[in-house]
C-alpha cells in the first residue's frame, strides 16, 4: 500500500488538476504568479527566436513530440507510433528523452534490459516497442549529439518531450493534447499551461476518447488510441482478448472481480479505454510515473488486474499472477506523417 505522503500528494495534484480546469478563486489569486511565468517563459522564447542564445543542430533533423500543458497526454504511445511511420517511410530513427524519475549523470542509451529506475519508464517502454536507439538525459542536445555519434546510419531524431528545451534546433513541432485541452487558459501556476494556447507548431493531436469534435486549430488531428490483446505480466506469451475480462464471467460462474490500475498522467483515459472495449472495472488511480516502490495491489481483491504498459515496465520482477498488460497503439492520421515527411524532405542531414 501507498504511504501518507504519496497519498496526500496524489489527492493535492488530484484537486489541483480539477482547480485547473476552470477560473475558480484559487485560479485568480495565483493569477499574479502566472504574469511573472508568463514574462519569464516569454524572455527565454524570445531570446532564442532573436538569436541572442543558440539553438544547436545535432546532426540530424529533429521532430519534438510535446505539449504545452502539464502532465501526461499521451506523447510516448505517439512517438512510437511515429517512429513505425517514419521507419515505413524509408527513415532511420532514433529517440531521445529526458528519462523522467532516472539519475542519468550523462547521455545513457537504453537497452530493453534496464531496470525503469534506471532510464525512466518512457524511455525503456519506447525501446522495448520499437527496437530503435534510445538516448536519455535531462540535456536533450547531449543526448542527441551522443545518439547520433553511436548510430551513424540514424537520420532523424524523435525527442520524447522537450518542446520547452528550445536549446534542440528542431524541424517539425506536434503537440499533444487530451480531453483537458488547454484546461481554463491560464499560464502556471494558475492554470496548467507551459506556454500559451497560441504557442506557434507545426500540428496538434488531440487525444480524446470522450468527444470526436476537434478544436477549430491549424493542422489539427485527433489521436486515436486503440487497445489489443491483454498480456499476461508472468508469461507475455499467453494473450487475452479484453472481451474475455468481461464481468458477467462464464455461464454458471461468479462474475470477475477486475481492476484497472494507471499511474499515468491521466488514469481516466486508461478506464474510458476499457469501458469503450465492453469492461466495468473497479479502478485504481495512481499518480504519473509511480515508481511502484510500494505494492499498490497487495490488498485489492481482484481476479484480474489490468495494467498500461508503461505500468508494465516497472512490474516485471513481480510474480502477481492477476496482473494482465494492456497494450495501445496510435494511429496516426496519413496527413499528418505526410505533413511531418515533407518537413524532414525540406532539410537534408547536418
Not at 71 to 95: C, D, F, M, S, W
Request: proline residues 8%; glycine residues 8%.
Amino acid at each position: 500500500m501507498s504511504g501518507p505522503v504519496s497519498d496526500f500528494k496524489a489527492r493535492a495534484e488530484a484537486g489541483l488538476a480539477r482547480e485547473w480546469q476552470q477560473r475558480g478563486a484559487l485560479a485568480w489569486a495565483l493569477a499574479p504568479l502566472s504574469v511573472v511565468f508568463a514574462a519569464v517563459s516569454g524572455a527565454r522564447r524570445a531570446a532564442y527566436a532573436a538569436g541572442w542564445l543558440k539553438a544547436v543542430r545535432v546532426g540530424a533533423p529533429v521532430v519534438v513530440v510535446g505539449n504545452v500543458t502539464v502532465g501526461g497526454t499521451g506523447k510516448t504511445p505517439t512517438v512510437i507510433a511515429l517512429v513505425e511511420a517514419l521507419r515505413a517511410a524509408g527513415y532511420t530513427p532514433g529517440v531521445v528523452s529526458r528519462g523522467y524519475g532516472a539519475k542519468v549523470p550523462r547521455p545513457t542509451p537504453v537497452t530493453a534490459s534496464l531496470s525503469a529506475r534506471a532510464c525512466g519508464d518512457e524511455p525503456l517502454l519506447i525501446a522495448r516497442r520499437t527496437g530503435v536507439p534510445v538516448w536519455v538525459s535531462p540535456d536533450r542536445v547531449a543526448a542527441a549529439q551522443a545518439l547520433c555519434a553511436a548510430h551513424r546510419d540514424v537520420d532523424v531524431i524523435v525527442s520524447d518531450d522537450g518542446l520547452q528545451h528550445y536549446r534542440l534546433a528542431r524541424d517539425a513541432e506536434l503537440v499533444v493534447f487530451d480531453h483537458r485541452l488547454g484546461g481554463n487558459g491560464f499560464l502556471l501556476p494558475a492554470g496548467p499551461l507551459r506556454e500559451p494556447l497560441s504557442r506557434r507548431r507545426d500540428a496538434t493531436l488531440v487525444n480524446n476518447p470522450f468527444e470526436r469534435t476537434l478544436p477549430d486549430w491549424p493542422n489539427t488531428f485527433a489521436l486515436k488510441l486503440e487497445p489489443g490483446e491483454a498480456w499476461h505480466l508472468a508469461n507475455p506469451a499467453l494473450r487475452r482478448p479484453l472481451a474475455q475480462f468481461a464481468a458477467q464471467g462464464a455461464p454458471g460462474q461468479p462474475p470477475q472481480r477486475v481492476v484497472a490500475a494507471a499511474g499515468i498522467g491521466s488514469p481516466e483515459r486508461f478506464f474510458a479505454t476499457l469501458r469503450a472495449a465492453g469492461l466495468a472495472p473497479q479502478t485504481l488511480a495512481l499518480p504519473d510515473h509511480y515508481d511502484y516502490a510500494a505494492n499498490p495491489f497487495s490488498e485489492v481483491v481482484a481476479d484480474a488486474i489490468l495494467v498500461t504498459e508503461k505500468d508494465a515496465v516497472k512490474l516485471g520482477a513481480w510474480n502477481d499472477a492477476r496482473i494482465w498488460v494492456v497494450p495501445v497503439e496510435a494511429a496516426l492520421d496519413h496527413r499528418l506523417i505526410t505533413l511531418v515527411v515533407e518537413k524532414l524532405r525540406g532539410r537534408s542531414s547536418a
